[in-house]
């Protein structure tokens, strides 16, 4: 493919086939990390919004960015890291909560309390502990099937 023939959607593809690196169900996309793309001449310019301050993934996410456009033929990749406005939960897409309750994690949500298990869906549920697996989410336990269980942080 001649760099001249990339558009911008066919960008976007790609980046949706990277996934985030601490939960690999979710794309980089779905996530709400990618906030631009655009293309021009013979480079990339992708714009990424760092989530969680202190999440070590970003550097991770640059890299995966950058090979991904590179295996298709991309010549010149460049990055741009823009803090503001900050990520928020609220950039998940639906798609990536979906995804996040089939992992076994209970996407984020306003309130702050998860809205059901991700195991049997029940309700009734109960934090654990205000730190699960990464800094980025909590514990908390079904008090239906028992089992723990990692909530996404609402931010
Ligand atoms: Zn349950």
Redesign the pocket.
Known sequence: MSPESITADQVWTWLEGVPDPEIPVISIVDLGVVRDVVCANESVTVTITPTYSGCPAMAVIAEDIKLALEKRGVVSVELVTKIAPPWTTDWLSEKGKARLEDYGIAPPRQTGVPER?P??H?TTVTKVSQFGSTPCKAQWR?D??L?PFDYFKCL
Do not use: K, P, Q
């Open positions: 298990c195991n049997c029940a079904c239906d099937c089992e």
